[in-house]
């Protein structure tokens, strides 16, 4: 392969060596020693155009612009997820300031699944990296269009959740089969809601297959709708278990399919998320991917048992995969002329009902969410929140979020919201109003008969 230009990539790596679900379990702090030592062997941080960064934390502030941690933002997070988060958003600052031209945060705990609400972790996740970075880019640099794409084995439910109902966030999620795996949702019909039809975008592929139909996704679908949407930042939520070796997924990916992706999509920023094959893939995929960011030779780098992965894909699932990228185009080219109203109902709100699932915590979730449909902004949001936890009684909270974009009236309604739910005190334990417009957040605590009011820094600061 020729050499290709020299880039400036940073990096940020860590490995969170003391957060890990249980000692046995995969999401554990094993996962990246072996990456470590490939990345250090190999001589990759000597490579001029790669610049190592020092590991940053994210504000409580940063995290309440996203989610509504029940019942506070210190109680759903450690340091390790601080630090995980606030790495991202470090390498996206670089980015900015031009010192570098692109970023791999190679840390973990992951974040994913984790939704708006965030009663405990689900699926490995306390707090979503990825959408704490999109609000902080748009809040700290002006940013307003991005896409993110999901190259993990599982859904991005967490992702999706967050942005469905945003026009300005392209999200493009591809995974093996809900009806396969964890978390059972990411279907073509999950489209976005009224505001951001068919910002959401998912491909659900059958198991087993491999490159061949991982790069007819992303030269099909992922990179004509990511030049038509012309986003000013692009986000990878790189995701390493769709690889051959990985044992929680039934992919067939390898590294050098990975890294021609990360060429392709060329993203400003690779944030990691699954992977836990920590010995056979993580290491090379990892440094495959850094490469390709690099823009650096990653044709040399071959994982053990490469061959394994070069069966043909099974030409019925690859059709399959072919009708549904050729459906998803057709809603992508007609998505402007399509009538909502036949499709949600028309009125001034559009409502859901959900039942949300935390594996690792077993807590059961029920949520009723409705969005104002406004003609002037993305309109204002409100979620009911009832959690089960399986011991004591369950806890409700009512929770508001008014848009970064939001319009003067949807912000007044949305504040008359969280007066009259603070009324309702009987039926919340906790009321919370999250306003992007002003980066102001309020939380109203039954039991203390208290408000709390987290402000972010003033201009200048
Ligand atoms: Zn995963
Ligand atoms: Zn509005």
Redesign the pocket.
Known sequence: MAVLKNKRTGLVFFPAFDWAISPTHPEREERLLYTRDQIFEEGVLDLPCIREYAPRLVTAHDIARVHFCVPRVQSQVTEAHLIAAGSAALLADAVINKEIINGFALVRPPGHHAMRVVHGNRGFCNINNEAILVEYLRRRHGIRRIAIVDSDVHHGDGTQDIFYHDPDVLFISFHQDGRTIYPGTGFINELGGPGAYATTINIPLPPGLGDETFHYVVDNLVLPLIRDFKPEFIINSAGQDNHFTDPLGSMRFTARGYAEFTRKLNPHLAVLEGGYAIESALPYVNLAILLALAGQDYSYVREPDYRAAQLKDNPERVARVERMVEQLLNIWATRKNIDTEKIFGSGPFYQRRRQIYYDTDYIEEEQQERV?I?P??P??LTIDSRADRGYGPPVRVFCISVPFA??P??QAEAYDAYVQAREKMNQYSLVYLQDKSTDTFLTFEREKGQEWISEGPKAGE
């Open positions: 104002r406004c002037s902004c309109g204002y939001a319009c009236a949807c």
